[in-house]
């Protein structure tokens, strides 16, 4: 049985950092080094850190762990209207979050440090939540979450299939044009979310391009998001943080905003753009476990 990393369901979080790695020519060696550091037998400061890989890294070094349809975000998703969601993909991730910045700041430090032989930080993202449970739109974010109990059985894969335990996370950095956003009046806002922005109860009936309806779980499968706010007062957005059981509700889903499933692109990509996109396998803690003892020293 396989046991999914616990910083994956950890809520309650005041700061986050995102470092994604670019190995340096070893990716066993990088593999084994973050291993090292997600191994659960080591003090982290009191912080979670979710661990993930490049999936074609990780299926060659473990084939039999890698979820069936795992793969990286290498082609950008060309939608309708000349919009575009880039690819970014990078080799590694590490996410750390906890209760203060400054204890996030630190262990992000050490981590880079611990692997600066063997990659680089190909970007880095702090983020926080807002309001509790709002993005900077104004309005509840992940009204559709499962719940913990239910995200067990849904967002990772299960005993008995490839990569048992793991989960695939989807890593995307939207930047919000606030400016023309806010310039909408709320009755329209909600046209476009597909839900009330007081009680984020859904319109009846929805539009068709409206985000709920672009992004619909009943269509596509179930997605645990775990998103928050990122950037400064003059540029910011919300870093997209989701993990499903397998690529396809993933990717099917940013295929449904690009407008590729219906011809209706999510009315949100007209406020919102993505900057970045990458697909990781989230291993098991088990799965980290058998290659921390290959670190190499130093």
Same mark, same amino acid.
């Given at each position: 049985m396989g046991s999914p990393q616990t /910083?994956? @369901?950890a809520l309650g979080t005041a700061s986050h950092a995102y470092l994604e790695l670019d190995t340096s020519g070893d990716a066993a060696a990088l593999v084994a080094a973050v291993a090292s550091l997600r191994e659960p037998r080591t003090t982290m400061g009191g912080v979670n850190l979710v661990a993930g890989f490049r999936p074609e890294l990780w299926r060659e070094l473990r084939l039999e762990e890698t979820p069936a349809d795992a793969e990286g975000f290498n082609a950008d998703i060309a939608g309708i209207e000349? @919009?575009?969601?880039?690819?970014t993909q990078h080799d590694a991730v590490l996410w750390i979050s906890g209760a203060s910045y400054d204890v996030v700041f630190d262990v992000a430090r050490a981590a880079i440090a611990a692997l600066h032989r063997l990659a680089t930080v /190909?970007?880095?993202t702090s983020s926080w939540p807002y &309001? &509790?449970?709002?993005d900077l739109t104004g309005f509840i974010d992940g009204t559709e979450n499962p719940t913990l109990v239910e995200a067990l059985q849904l967002v990772v894969v299960p005993d008995g299939s490839p990569g048992a335990g793991g989960s695939v996370l989807l890593l995307q950095k939207w930047q919000h044009d606030a400016t023309a956003w806010e310039g909408l009046g709320v009755e329209r806002q909600e046209q476009v979310i597909g839900r009330t922005k007081p009680d984020s109860v859904e319109l009846d009936p929805r539009p068709a391009d409206s985000h709920v309806a672009s992004t619909d779980q009943d269509d596509f499968g179930t997605i645990l998001r775990r998103n928050m706010a990122y950037g400064t007062v003059t540029d910011h957005g919300t870093m997209f943080v989701g993990f499903a059981a397998a690529r396809a509700p993933l990717q099917t889903m940013l295929e449904s905003m690009a407008g590729l499933k219906n011809g209706a692109r999510d009315a949100l990509t007209r406020y919102t753009?993505?900057?970045t996109g990458a697909y990781y396998v989230v291993p098991s803690i088990e799965s980290i476990a058998t290659l921390a003892g290959d670190a190499p020293a130093g």
């Open positions: /910083g994956i @369901f000349d @919009f575009v969601m880039p690819a /190909g970007e880095e &309001h &509790h449970d709002l753009k993505p900057v």
